[in-house]
């Protein structure tokens, strides 16, 4: 939620600044601004939507200077608006921020007493008149924004200038994601890593409390007690070109396509089918501790949330350990039973989610060990947990999740194995088959990825729909909530996921002509048709009967799937506890081609942002 970057150092900097800011607008596309210090002072330029639309306005008007924040918002108080967007300029002083401060009303009752006058509705303005008060006062910058920062209640990442010293960059991070760039002879500051990849591949990551001083020759950096901290510098192995499109029309597309090679990041190095066991780099679990886990409590949000119900099928089938998801949001704040035998999964994509990491501290702090699905190296679910399992996705831009997802499944199916090893519940023999079904996962998901023209021809016969339903069974329920979503999310098609088995106890009443409903009625494995696949088949006949017009996702070779459906797409075969990595992937290209039809913007959705780290 809302994009931050700054520079420091011997270039002009605001064309610079944009270019950071292209590659964050996948955090918040409601307004974007510039503030750059040059000979004349500090010179703002903001406006409202996306930043093309900042971009337009800085032809002719672009600031000269070698110091500059810039921002990309998300909104939360106040309408987007140029008023409204960041830089916040107030004196001599401009701030960005990410966050929300919770006693900016008061604070501002006060200022405004005092005489001060504010020109938007949102919190950030209150930290430009804050720190333009302690500086008159007679305090530096990096002091006049501690006082600042003492006053105020909530999250922020802050990134701040001022003309009375115009040679730093002052930063501060409580909740809010924040990395500083390391550059010969300049340094960087971003919400993200992309935003200054094309500098620098030597980042630090804040840790919350952080304090920093930035100038072009280093960077100072004191911790949340105040004391001067060594910054350990990370060597990034993302290059700049992976976060680029690559002749694809959007990213999303892009990602879909990606997912083999993701996957085989994913799994490389880990599984080995020659010793039928996982080694999991970054996860310290042993035989010891695996034995002591009474319960597996997952937490997430959204796609991560579809992910974790697979995990759970996962864990529970190979590992016989019992297994609780929970949507963060709900997990927070009811009184869950977590104790030190309780093993707590948070899955994320950004590590960054606010309600998946306060519910991560919560399930820690009442005891329980700490494992994190992650992609993003070093993210703060990261840094806060017992044991890490990252997923080699790289860096996922498009709002909507896709190679995350199909990651996330890979990364829960490798623990699953690990765990059963470790429990004596999975025989090498057997943990050697699933191994050898995840290693030829790449060349399916290729495979599968092959039928995107028989895809998009059914995309666009029903992108006109107005309304869609997805049903699964079993491993494949979680892959109908996964396609609603999907499609909701970037065509504005309303879109509901059911397990198909409850579709008699309300949700038929809605299918008629004009209800598409698309069934994954896959085989539940290469040797047998499978108890979910006769049940789906019968629910299938139940909405054809009604006259609903059906879209299957069927196995490759099946025969009778075809004949019921109006339109079928064939789907490679495997282990049935992987094959939602398969069938997945012709939702999320059927959205896709929905919404581009459509000419919905696909990779930033209206009223989303990708990484939400705000409650
Ligand atoms: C949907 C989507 C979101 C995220 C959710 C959690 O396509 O991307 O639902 O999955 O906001 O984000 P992470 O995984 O970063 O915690």
Known sequence: MCGIVGYVGDEECASLLVDGLRKLEYRGYDSAGVAVMGKNGLHVVRAKGKLKNLENKLVGEMPQGTIGIGHTRWATHGKPSDENAHPHKYGGVAVVHNGIIENHLELKEELQKAGHKFTSETDTEIFAHLIQNEIEKGLDLPKAVRAALKLVRGTYALAVISEKQPDMLVVSKNASPLVLGIGEGANYVASDVPAILAHTRDVVYLEEGDFAV???????????????????????????????????????????????????????????????????????????????????????????????????????????????????????????????????????????????????????????????????????????????????????????????????????FLLAVRLGRLRGTLSADVARNHLENLRELPGLVERTLKYEDVIKAAAYKFSGARDLLFLGRGPQYPVALEGALKLKEISYIHAEGYAAGEMKHGPIALIDENMPVMVLAVRDSATEAGVNYEKILGNLQEVKARGGRVIAIHSEGDTMVPKLAEVSIPCPQTNPLLMPILSVIPTQLFSYHVADHRGTDVDQPRNLAKSVTVE
């Open 214 to 412: 930035i100038t072009k020759k280093g960077i100072e950096l004191t911790g949340a007690n105040g004391q001067a901290r060594k910054a350990e510098v990370r060597r990034i192995d993302w290059t700049p070109t992976m976060a680029e499109k690559n002749g694809h029309k959007h990213f999303m597309h892009k990602e879909i396509h990606e997912q083999a090679r993701a996957l085989t990041d994913t799994i490389r190095g880990r599984a080995s089918v020659e010793e039928g066991d996982v080694f999991l780099d970054g996860c310290h679990l042993d035989a010891k501790i695996v034995q002591g886990i009474s319960k597996i409590q997952i937490v997430a949000c959204g796609t991560s949330w579809h992910a974790s119900l697979t995990g759970k099928l996962m864990i529970e089938t190979i590992a016989k350990i019992p297994v609780e998801v929970d949507l963060a949001s709900e997990f927070r704040y009811r009184e869950p039973l977590v104790d030190k035998n309780t093993l707590c999964i948070a899955v994320s994509q950004s590590g960054e989610t606010a309600d998946t990491l306060g519910s991560f501290r919560e399930a820690k702090a009442r005891g329980a060990r700490g494992l994190a699905i992650c992609n993003v190296v070093g993210s703060a679910i990261a840094r806060e947990a017992d044991d890490v399992l990252y997923t080699h996705a790289g860096p996922e831009i498009g709002v909507a999740s896709t190679k995350a997802f199909t990651t996330q499944l890979a990364a829960f």
